[in-house]
């Protein structure tokens, strides 16, 4: 009986835990044009979740293009979308794929770049600017995401 108990706490934790995921992040991104769709500069094909900050789904220490977009109010103002927040010589708005016209934010396909990472990130410019480095690939097999998961105990928690 005992075991059940942990079973449904550590079941509570990890969705607890995912809720709070899901969160913290589709908020901001929202807030931004195509920034559910911010490519993964170190991982082709895969998606930077956390685009403001250094890790592709954590909210770690915020890069220079997530403290920008605080400072401007999380909101996509046209002085924002002129901003170039990674100093790789391309605008937010240009590395998002938007296009200002009449005073109205177009999205013209899916994101160009990351706006708060330079890219391509080894590059020896990229290098001088900023001193993040590609975190691991994400994916099952990696710490981060077995750290996520519960530590069920074993055999059957209903025998
Ligand atoms: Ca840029």
Request: proline share 9%; net charge positive; charged share 20%.
């Amino acid at each position: 009986m005992n075991q059940v108990r942990v079973y449904r706490f550590e079941l509570f934790i990890f969705i607890l835990s995912l809720w709070i995921v899901s969160e913290c992040f589709p908020n901001f991104k929202s807030r931004l044009p195509n920034g559910d769709k911010i490519p993964n500069p170190c991982v082709p094909g895969q998606i930077w979740h956390a685009i403001g900050h250094w890790h592709p789904v954590r909210g770690t220490e915020r890069n220079q293009f997530g403290l920008d977009f605080k400072k401007a109010g999380l909101i996509y103002t046209v002085a924002f979308h002129y901003q170039d927040s990674d100093g790789d010589g391309k605008t937010n708005g240009e590395e998002l794929n938007v296009n200002l016209t009449s005073n109205q934010f177009f999205m013209m396909g899916n994101p160009k770049s990351h706006p708060g990472i330079c890219e391509p990130v080894a590059s020896e410019k990229c290098r001088k600017l900023q001193q993040f480095r590609c975190p691991p690939p994400i994916n099952q097999n990696n710490n981060m995401m077995r750290s996520l998961m519960p530590n069920f105990p074993q055999g059957n928690p209903f025998g």
